[in-house]
Every structure is written in structure tokens, then in C-alpha cells.
């Protein structure tokens, strides 16, 4: 079986959820598949990316603009793989009726949430979610909170989806020692203890009532951290910290890469998480691997990735966040308790397994 992998979102220098998603996922497909040959096609060339393994090709397929509904589809008309997966969005419109295609759907956040994205973005996004839920052959959703989704507002049969978790990446993502928590903290300024944010800035992570509620803990020479790129609609949220009169409580380092990250869930008081939507939530399972406690939302995929090894709160309620920060503090055998439940929860997870299981989808649509 010849399977061609959309491979461009990897190329992507600062990498979000989708972006390693495909990262991973295609590094473990390597690391487990000796038997299918995949060919990944990339719109230019990546960086500090190497697969050496014999089954595995790579071509690099440029153009200036409309890469998947043009240089993309082209290809795939030319020399066509037995299936075409993407990691993330859609599949080309013009293509033959006999090639299989599989896409991978992380969430329905312009659907339910569409005020906190900008309208050509939703446009996008629903356009390229709906039109893989009626013309894919088969849907990854990345948890069972996502696949509901699916079925309940695209009407998507079950039988055409597959949930398939992610995973979190152990050589990366372990406690680091208390040398480098204390040279990264040094490096990027941190003096105090923190609570730790990480993800885009943006609307539906709920990063001001998260501020809202560090004010309303009451909290002392405690600080907020928030690493990630800017995202969309994030001017209120920047100017959150001013308007709460903590503007020297609250830091946002922007996009950090995995070198420092491990440190910092590391040194953290706890990952606060509150999101209003998730399809997954990939920073819990990596607070989970460096023994950092979880606070999270107990609504959607966050609740269904961290099991009972988080602390769950109402995600629209300041007082259950600030309540939640507290204890995090205050409560050193909850810390404890949170900190075991998480090291056992995350060996749940895995990208080889990952990979395993996204390769069993691969060969029930190729023999379907």
C-alpha cells in the first residue's frame, strides 16, 4: 500500500497543535511501519526534519498560493497513492473518484464557536471541516468528545469514524531537574512560583477569566506565565493584566520552543488550563509527563483526557478557576495525589501507539 501524507504542516516553524500532531505522527509511522510505503509531500523544504527508513519518500512540491487545491491535487492526479491522508483540514476537490482519503479532524471550535474567530478563518474552516464530512472515505477524530461532534452537527455516520488519541512524546517531555527548571527560569525571567498557561493566545482559552480569576484567588508573590504565539481576536486578553491592575503578576514569553517547555511545566505550580473547547488538549498530557499538576475544564475532550488525574472546574465560573488555583497552592496533598494520578494517567498515551492504531484505519479503508 503507497500512502501520501500532506506532510505541510510540519514545515510550520512555531509548531501548535496540528503542526505537531503531524510532526509526531509521522515520526512514528516511521518508527513502526516497515511494510506500507508512504510518500510525504511537502510545499517546501523542512527543516530539521529526517526520515532515513527505506519505505519512506519525501517530494517537495512548491507553489505560491493554493497548494492543496492546486499543486497538491495535481500530483495526486499524476502519481496517485493508494490513500491520501491529511493530519489537518482538507483533501484536494479535484481528484480521481478511486483515490481513498482520510483526514484527521482535531476539533469543531468555527462551528460551535465561530465569534472567536476571524471570518475568513471561519469561513475556512467550516467550508474544509464539512466538505471532508461528506466527501472523505473516513474521518480520525482525535477523541470521542470530537467524533459526537461530528456526528451530531455534520451528521457524519459513527461507522466513518475512527477515534484515534494522540500522544506526548517521553524522550521530550520528562521532570527535568532542579538545575535547568532554576537556568530557564533565570532565562526567561521568572523569579517567583507560577501557575503556567500554554497554547495560542487566543479567544477560547479563556485567558481572561483565567487572569480574572488569579486576581480573585488572592493569591501572593505568585506569578502567571503564559507561553504561546499570538493567535486571533487577542486584544482584549493583552490588555487584561492592565485592566486588573497586575501587569507585574502576569508574563507572556510567546511562542517557547520544546528545548525550555519541559522545564517550565516542570517548575510550575500547576498547568492552568481552563479552555472553553478543546478537541484534545495536548498540554495536559505534557503537564502530565513532567509531574505537573493539571487544572483544566471539566467539559468536552479536556475532562476525557485527564480522567480523574486533574483538577476539573466550570471553565465559565472565575470563582470554581480561582477556587482551583487555590487549592493548587494551599493543598500539598492534592498536589501530590494530582501529580501521581497524572504520571499513571499519561502512559495511556503514546505516539507509537498513535501510530499503530491511525495504520489499522489505513488498511480498513484501503481493504474497504
Excluded at 492546486?70 to 500530483?75: D, I, T, V, Y
Aim: charged share 25%; proline share 5%.
Amino acid at each position: 500500500m503507497l500512502i501520501g501524507i500532506d506532510a505541510s504542516r510540519v514545515v510550520k516553524e512555531e509548531k501548535t497543535g496540528t503542526e505537531n500532531y503531524s510532526w509526531n505522527l509521522i515520526h512514528a509511522l516511521a518508527g513502526v511501519d516497515k511494510k506500507n510505503r508512504y510518500v510525504l509531500y511537502f510545499n517546501k523544504s523542512p527543516r530539521f526534519f529526517e526520515i532515513s527508513q527505506a519505505n519512506f519518500s519525501t517530494k517537495i512540491i512548491t507553489s505560491p498560493r493554493f497548494w492543496t487545491q492546486g499543486r497538491l491535487a495535481l500530483e495526486c492526479l499524476i502519481h496517485p497513492p493508494d490513500i491520501l491522508f491529511v493530519p489537518a483540514h482538507t483533501i484536494p476537490v479535484l481528484r480521481w473518484p478511486g483515490l481513498k482519503t482520510i483526514v484527521t479532524v482535531h476539533d469543531l471550535g468555527a462551528e460551535f464557536l465561530a465569534e472567536y474567530h476571524k471570518f475568513p478563518q471561519k469561513l475556512y474552516l467550516n467550508w474544509s471541516t464539512k466538505y471532508v464530512a461528506k466527501n472523505a472515505n473516513h474521518l480520525i477524530a482525535v477523541s470521542n468528545f470530537t467524533k459526537k461532534d461530528l456526528i451530531r452537527a455534520l451528521k457524519v455516520p459513527a461507522s466513518r469514524i475512527s477515534v484515534v488519541y494522540e500522544g506526548v512524546d517521553g524522550k521530550v517531555f520528562y521532570p527535568r531537574p532542579d538545575w535547568e527548571v532554576k537556568q530557564v527560569k533565570s532565562n526567561w525571567g521568572i523569579g517567583k512560583g507560577y501557575f503556567l498557561y500554554v497554547g495560542t493566545i487566543q479567544p477560547r482559552k479563556n485567558l481572561v477569566r483565567l487572569m480574572e480569576a488569579f486576581t480573585a484567588s488572592g493569591l501572593k508573590n505568585i506569578d502567571l506565565v503564559l507561553a504561546g504565539s499570538s493567535g486571533w481576536l487577542d486584544e482584549e486578553i493583552y490588555k487584561a493584566p492592565e485592566k486588573l491592575s497586575i501587569s507585574n503578576r502576569v508574563r507572556f514569553l510567546g511562542y517557547v520552543e520544546s528545548d525550555d517547555l519541559p522545564a517550565l511545566y516542570s517548575g510550575a505550580i500547576g498547568l492552568a488550563f481552563p479552555s472553553l473547547y478543546e478537541g484534545f488538549g495536548l498540554p495536559i498530557l505534557e503537564a502530565f509527563t513532567c509531574g505537573c499538576p493539571v487544572l483544566t475544564s471539566k467539559i468536552g475532550a479536556m475532562a476525557e483526557v485527564a480522567g480523574d488525574a486533574a483538577l476539573l472546574v466550570d471553565p465559565l465560573s472565575k470563582n470554581e478557576i480561582a477556587a482551583g488555583l487555590k487549592k493548587l497552592v494551599t493543598d500539598k496533598g492534592l498536589r501530590e495525589s494530582l501529580i501521581k494520578k497524572g504520571e499513571e494517567r499519561v502512559k495511556e498515551f503514546s505516539w507509537e501507539k498513535t501510530a499503530i492504531e491511525t495504520i489499522k484505519v489505513f488498511e480498513k479503508v484501503y481493504g474497504g
